[in-house]
């Protein structure tokens, strides 16, 4: 049995986030702050494999970078709001871009949030 079904046979919901970014030390930045015995975090390095992973499964949050290959974050946010399954998903875009072109391309895209990089992860 897994983690997922024990914590639904005990009434307890154990948080799923996918965080998408394709700079394999951030995902290990992100995967460690965010991880713990509440919260599975699922990795993607790429647009592609995020949309797959949403398209697929159930998560309670994504985080997703603007620059990634394949299927940068803006067409991976505009494509998500068009799947049933990630319609109402809350996704914060997690960039080093700060001009407000990105800012309001992000969020005309379906982000709900947007946070600069370098994160202040006490916050």
Same mark, same amino acid.
């Given at each position: 049995m897994s983690d997922n079904s024990q914590s639904a046979?005990? $009434?307890?919901?154990?948080?799923?986030?996918?965080?998408a970014d394709d700079d394999p030390n951030l995902l290990?930045?992100?995967s460690a702050n965010?991880?713990?015995d509440d919260t599975e975090v699922v990795c993607a390095a790429n647009g592609i494999d995020a949309r797959d992973s949403l398209v697929r499964e159930d998560f309670d949050l994504a985080i997703v970078d603007l $620059?990634?290959?394949g299927l940068d974050g803006f067409e991976l946010i505009t494509q998500l709001r068009q799947e049933p399954r990630s319609v109402d998903l809350p996704v914060i875009?997690?960039?080093g871009r700060h001009d407000k072109l990105a800012i309001e391309e992000a969020f005309a895209s379906g982000a709900t949030t947007f946070v600069t990089q370098p994160v202040n992860w006490t916050l």
């Open positions: 046979d005990k $009434g307890e919901h154990r948080y799923r986030l996918l965080v290990e930045l992100m965010l991880e713990d $620059g990634m290959p875009v997690v960039t």
